[in-house]
């Protein structure tokens, strides 16, 4: 067998375009989610998408699909999905929830347990931090638990002890606020 064989045709390679089509078909086309429990990408700084598809690469964040869509990412691929998706547009929060007493409860919690401290005070993340304003409440209320039942180790400890002291109750009125945050 040829070495170009084993090391794939170049006329047979995918274009960038055509490799991350599939990602925007569940993520969103336009950095936003319209999809169950899968999270819109828009506007999240570059250096936390590269430690996330890092570790969806080494499965040491265990998500099937995103394990399986990583598996064979070269380290320059990791860069060049991250730089794309950091450019892509913030997620709008959806326009429904005024006058809910959640959005009250949720900004309290988000005070008392400072996740502004390091989120920022607008919630859009920085470095290797996410931005979670807009996120999908669906998938806030996924990641929330898995960080309180260490599901989700993360690649800092720092969500496992934010989310000790915080009960299911607290995670949904969370969800509810930041998912609506502008
Ligand atoms: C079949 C749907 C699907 C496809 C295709 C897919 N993803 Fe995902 N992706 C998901 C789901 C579901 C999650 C969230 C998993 C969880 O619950 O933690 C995710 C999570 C992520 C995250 C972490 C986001 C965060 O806020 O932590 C990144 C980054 C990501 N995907 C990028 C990609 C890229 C790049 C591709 C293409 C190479 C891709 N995804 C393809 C479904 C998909
Ligand atoms: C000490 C700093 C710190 C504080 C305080 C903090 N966070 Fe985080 N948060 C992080 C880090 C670091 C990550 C990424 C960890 C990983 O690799 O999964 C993260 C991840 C998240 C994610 C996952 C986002 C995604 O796209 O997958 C959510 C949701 C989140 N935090 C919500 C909160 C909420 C709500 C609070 C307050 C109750 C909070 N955080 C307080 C540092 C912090």
Do not use: L, R
């Given at each position: 067998m040829s070495l170009l064989l084993l090391t794939g045709a170049p006329a047979m390679a995918e274009t960038f375009t055509e490799r991350m089509a599939p990602c925007l078909a569940c993520h969103g086309?336009?950095?936003?989610?319209?999809?169950?429990?899968v999270p819109s990408l828009g506007g999240q700084p570059a250096p936390y998408v590269l430690i996330q598809l890092y570790l969806f690469r080494g499965k040491q964040r265990v998500v099937e699909i995103m394990n399986d869509a990583t598996a064979d990412f070269t380290d320059d691929d990791l860069r060049t999905f991250s730089d794309y998706i950091a450019a892509l547009p913030p997620p709008q929060p959806p326009?429904?929830?005024?006058?809910?007493a959640r959005l009250q409860r949720g900004g309290a919690l988000i005070t008392q347990h400072r996740?502004?401290?390091?989120?920022g005070l607008d919630l859009a993340g920085r470095d290797s931090i996410p931005r979670i304003a807009a996120q999908r409440e669906d998938y806030l209320v996924k990641s929330l638990r898995e960080y309180k039942s260490n599901a989700r180790p993360g690649y800092d400890p720092a969500m496992a002890s934010v989310m000790a002291p915080v009960d299911d109750a607290q995670i949904l009125d969370l969800a509810f606020a930041i998912a609506r945050f502008r």
């Open positions: 086309e336009k950095g936003q989610s319209e999809t169950p429990e326009a429904d929830g005024a006058g809910d996740c502004n401290s390091c989120h």
